[in-house]
């Protein structure tokens, strides 16, 4: 397959993205290739596309299985296994924020659980005991916010963001532009 310039810098871009959220380049290159695509792709060719060692590829597409990214199809009348990702933007970002909260957040919640309910708990100073509880709090409202948010249909999700934007500008004063007219914390009360 051969990109053309725009489908090429999306790629390129993904790559560069994802290595700044951890994720290796090859792997987000696939990703991008395969959504832009937006039909199933043999690994050999998406090799070919991107320009890269067939290895690299097959470690890649195995990472993208585990984060459930793309799955494997098989086309009538062709032995090799096709990659395919999700399509839907919106289906793709509830995948991602899901399996980075499994990966990521929810581990972090569960260790503040642990420290809290600890029997050595008590017996560390004051500050350090509100510190990690309100850290935990925060973690779980956190947790509880973005689970009902995933729930949220797309047109649901994005009115909620827009009336969120929406009561940032209300509580700014009417103009966003504007610094220093936020409300301080706990004054929207």
Known sequence: MELQ????????HWGE???????NRTVSQIHALLYIAGQPMPADEIAAT????????SNSLKELQNWNLIRVVHLMGDRRDHFETITDVWQLFRTIISERKEREFDPTVEVLRDCVSHPAFAQEKQDVQ????????????LS????????????????????????????R?????????????????
Do not use: C
Request: without cysteine.
């Open 5 to 12: 310039p725009i489908a090429q810098r999306f790629v390129l």
């Open 17 to 23: 993205m994802g290595s700044r959220w951890g994720v």
């Open 50 to 57: 991107l320009n890269v060692a067939r290895s690299n590829v």
């Open 130 to 141: 509100r510190r990690i509880s309100e850290t935990l709090q925060l973690m779980e409202t």
């Open 144 to 171: 509880a916010w973005g689970d009902e948010m995933l729930r949220l249909s797309p047109a649901t999700l994005v009115k909620v963001m827009k009336l969120g934007a929406r009561i940032q500008k209300l509580l």
């Open 173 to 189: 004063g009417g103009n966003s532009d504007t610094p220093g007219t936020a409300v301080a914390d706990g004054d929207a009360s």
